[in-house]
Nanobody, 123 residues
Framework: QVQLVEAGGGLVQAGGSLRLSCAAS????????MAWFRQAPGKEREFVAA????????YYADSVKGRFTISRDNAKNTVYLQMNSLKPEDTADYYC????????????????WGQGTQVTVSS
């Protein structure tokens, strides 16, 4: 079992930055692919970014590429999402998730989920 707790959401103006963090507890953190998904009001949850178990490989949705950076510190059992140049369309609840094994961009292939943290970007 893996428990995930997100932090760092909030209200920011367009063009600003936020850094989300996700603290994991439970099984061996370094064995898991970690990812962020988001869900905007009235929309389906969508993939944002993922990091391989070592952090050596990262994956991004086209909509955030070049603006968001995912990183992880396995010694601290924590994954981060640095979000720069935020846009109003980035407004959503952001969820940290974990999957044992290799990367996947599919929500259904992630077993463990945090409760989410809200990000609101004002124009």
């Amino acid at each position: 079992q893996v428990q995930l707790v997100e932090a760092g959401g909030g209200l920011v103006q367009a063009g600003g930055s936020l850094r989300l963090s996700c603290a994991a507890s439970g099984r061996t953190f370094s064995s898991y692919t970690m990812a962020w998904f988001r869900q905007a009001p009235g929309k389906e949850r969508e993939f944002v970014a993922a990091s391989s178990w070592s952090g050596g490989r990262t994956y991004y949705a086209d909509s955030v590429k070049g603006r968001f950076t995912i990183s992880r510190d396995n010694a601290k059992n924590t994954v981060y999402l640095q979000m720069n140049s935020l846009k109003p369309e980035d407004t959503a609840d952001y969820y940290c998730t974990a999957r044992y094994g290799y990367y996947s961009g599919k929500e259904t292939e992630y077993r463990y989920w945090g409760q989410g943290t809200q990000v609101t970007v004002s124009s």
